[in-house]
């Protein structure tokens, strides 16, 4: 739906809509959802062509408006990512439906059986910026669970967004599932953003998936329940006993492949152990992709001060960059890079390399985040990547949903009470 100077949107018109919506799509059957998913990979696969024209708008206003070429690249190009778009709402068709899955199945002394069912969420309320992928991912995550999505994306994807809600829209049709069960709302005004915090009677959930103001708006003025993440300051500790040939290109990978993304790394600790070695090969395999350093204290000692190579700021450390800066610090030990993981992390995605199965048990036991890595690269926290097909966001939260959202986390349960027309004794 596109808000145009004549008209104006009506968000309360479409809560109700994406209610019942919802409340056809939980009688859909696993089969009629997952021949629906098969249909949109192969319509967004015979309508590339339109996608990305629309798509082009999108980046022609973000290079007027001088945003950063990586943001461009990594949050509002689809030409490169188009088959991997495609493959993975297959995948969604493929993966086992959550719904109806019995968690627990067990009978009482006095008879009572009691069954608890996973069901749909209902109405889920995503909030985003940039990448309009997500528009696909999570849609396709919302119809395999049987829940209803109205979708907010950012004014910089905003024509993408339409155009892909439209082909979404034209297959539901085809298959006899009610349109509103996707709906995007089709302004960049903010007002629609606050209006849809208060649609409590409609939208089960709120999911934000953006900046940290973003974030913070959504917490402190949603009379929803949110789930936030999504924001990484991700960690790699390069332990004393690492093999440090293995290491150079997985931190490359880490920073390099995708540097906008939220599982990117934006601290490397380094052991003291090894420092003298491995920061001045980082500074030349990373500096020749175009990575800049900020560098605490003693790593500016080791690998001096040069074009490539500032002095680690206050707030760098807590900062996440989304592109090509990299913060350097050398630590005693594994406790001392637990300790600054504490300090400024963000509880999403951290990693050891180490050779030392303790170090990296410990490591893996005592660092609070999402998702924890042993010799293996951050950018694995991901949907796709992990197995799960797809993902609405990377939640950093502990309460219902952490890590990456995939079908499990847009369910919850019911209890399913059976009785031989039992009574309560006492």
């Known amino acids: 739906m596109l808000e145009t100077a004549a008209t104006s949107l009506d968000l309360q018109a479409m809560g109700q809509a994406a209610r019942a919506a919802a409340a056809t799509l939980a009688k859909k059957t696993t089969a009629e959802k997952n021949a629906v998913l098969m249909a949109i990979a192969d319509a967004i696969e015979a309508r590339t062509d339109d996608i990305l024209a629309a798509n082009q708008r999108d980046l022609d206003m973000a290079a007027k408006n001088g945003i950063d070429p990586i943001w461009i690249r990594d949050r509002i190009a689809l030409r490169k990512r188009m088959p991997g778009i495609i493959a993975d709402v297959r995948k969604v068709a493929d993966l ?51 829940n209803a999505v109205i979708l907010r994306g950012g004014s910089d994807v905003l024509h993408s967004n339409l155009k892909l809600t439209e082909v979404l829209q034209d297959r539901l049709a085809q298959h006899n599932f009610p349109t509103d069960a996707i709906q995007t709302i089709g302004s960049a005004d903010r007002r629609y953003v606050s209006d849809m915090l208060r649609l409590h009677e409609y939208i089960d959930m709120i999911i934000p998936r953006g900046g940290n103001g973003l974030h913070t708006f959504c917490r402190e003025n949603s009379s929803i329940p949110v789930i936030t993440g999504g924001i990484g300051i991700c960690h790699i500790f390069v332990d004393a006993s690492a093999d440090l040939d293995k290491a150079l290109p997985l931190l490359n990978n880490a920073k390099t492949q995708r540097p906008a993304v939220c599982n990117s790394m934006e601290t490397l600790l380094a052991h003291e ?131 990456p959202m995939a079908l499990e986390e847009l369910t919850t349960y019911k209890w399913v009470v059976k009785g031989d027309y039992t009574i309560r004794a006492g």
Not at 100 to 117: F, H, Y
Not at 135 to 143: E, F, H, N, R, Y
Not at 316 to 321: L, N, P, S, V
Not at 341 to 347: M, N, Y
């Open 96 to 146: 086992p439906d959550p719904v109806g899955e019995i968690m627990l199945d067990s009978t009482l002394e006095n008879g009572l059986r009691l069954i608890k069912r996973r069901t749909p969420l209902g109405v889920l309320g995503a909030i985003y910026e940039s990448r309009p992928n997500v528009t696909v991912d999570i849609s396709t995550l919302a119809l395999k669970t049987g």
């Open 273 to 403: 152990a090894v420092a003298d070695k491995l920061l001045p090969r980082v500074v030349d395999d990373l500096g020749a992709a175009g990575v800049e350093f900020h560098a605490g204290p003693r790593a500016l000692d080791i690998v001096g001060c040069e074009p490539r190579v500032l002095p680690a700021l206050d707030g760098d450390f807590d900062t996440e960059w989304y592109n090509l800066t990299l913060n350097l610090k050398v630590v005693a030990d594994v406790d001392a890079a637990i300790a600054h993981i504490a300090r400024h992390g963000t509880q999403h995605s951290d990693s050891i390399l180490t050779e030392t199965p303790a170090h990296a048990e410990k490591f893996l036991n005592e660092v609070d985040s999402a998702a924890v890595y042993w010799n293996a690269s951050t950018r694995f926290t991901d949907g796709s990547a992990m197995g799960l097909g797809a993902e609405v966001a990377i939640s950093t939260q502990k309460l219902h949903a952490r890590g």
